[in-house]
């Protein structure tokens, strides 16, 4: 087992745990502090020319995936998806979650969101069977740039924000009332995550995989 996972595991083993409006984890030490800095230095640039209407899809032909061509080409790529590969690591997650990850394949999207940006409350769609955010910018201008968390009404109030730190994470299994998103407000610098799902075997954008 890489050192990755053996860090990831050592955080949920520290998680906090929150029951409202949905089951979900608060992480710290997500992954260890070298492999941040190096995702942080990966030669991308932020998207040109965004389009920002409230969902990432907008945008697909130019986002940004830990690939076997990635993994070839950055070894913090092929480190972290080597990671979330293991079976220990799926194994820990699926007794602390719940979640059913036998039949999964692996998907992790690297974020660099600029000023502008902003998520409509939602869900994720059913054939994404967990879901971890790792934020990865240390601006202390950036600590209210993270995910919001809604209740399920049709007003889907917001109950609360999920702290922006370094080498931070947010967990949930996905459902019918995860509602979360990225209320408009002004981001003061580069809001750098990972996004990290375990997805079903029916998931079609086999390029995106891992």
């Given at each position: 087992m890489?050192?990755?996972?053996?860090?990831?595991?050592?955080?949920?083993?520290?998680?906090?745990?929150?029951r409202?409006?949905?089951?979900?984890?608060v992480?710290?030490?997500?992954?260890?502090?070298s492999v941040?800095?190096?995702?942080?230095?990966l030669p991308?640039?932020?998207?040109?020319?965004?389009?920002?209407n409230?969902?990432?899809?907008?945008n697909?032909?130019?986002?940004?995936?830990?690939?076997?061509?990635?993994?070839?080409r950055?070894?913090?790529c092929?480190?972290?998806?080597?990671?979330?590969?293991?079976?220990?690591?799926?194994?820990?997650?699926?007794?602390?979650?719940?979640?059913?990850?036998?039949?999964?394949?692996?998907?992790?999207e690297?974020?660099?969101?600029?000023?502008?940006?902003?998520?409509e409350?939602?869900?994720?769609?059913?054939?994404?069977?967990?879901?971890?955010?790792v934020?990865?910018?240390?601006?202390?201008?950036?600590?209210?740039?993270?995910?919001?968390?809604?209740?399920?009404?049709p007003?889907?109030?917001?109950?609360?924000?999920?702290?922006?730190?370094?080498?931070?994470?947010?967990?949930f299994?996905?459902?019918k009332?995860?509602?979360h998103?990225?209320r408009?407000?002004?981001?003061?610098?580069?809001?750098?995550?990972?996004?990290?799902?375990y997805?079903?075997?029916e998931?079609?954008?086999?390029?995106?995989?891992?």
């Open positions: 890489n050192t990755t996972a053996e860090t990831f595991i050592a955080a949920l083993g520290k998680s906090q745990r929150h409202e409006p949905f089951k979900y984890w992480l710290e030490d997500v992954l260890p502090e941040c800095d190096a995702i942080g230095a991308f640039s932020p998207l040109d020319k965004a389009v920002f409230g969902r990432r899809e907008a697909n032909a130019k986002r940004i995936y830990f690939t076997p061509a990635n993994q070839r950055f070894s913090v092929h480190e972290v998806a080597d990671a979330f590969r293991s079976s220990r690591v799926a194994h820990a997650l699926e007794r602390m979650t719940g979640a059913d990850l036998a039949k999964s394949r692996l998907r992790i690297y974020c660099q969101d600029v000023d502008g940006f902003w998520l409350p939602h869900v994720d769609i059913p054939v994404k069977l967990f879901t971890m955010l934020y990865l910018s240390d601006a202390p201008e950036l600590h209210d740039a993270g995910t919001d968390i809604y209740d399920a009404s007003e889907h109030k917001l109950i609360a924000s999920v702290p922006y730190e370094w080498n931070a994470g947010l967990i299994v996905p459902g009332n995860t509602w998103g990225f408009k407000r002004p981001i003061r610098g580069l809001r750098k995550s990972l996004i990290i799902n997805v079903g075997p998931w079609r954008a086999l390029e995106e995989l891992a």
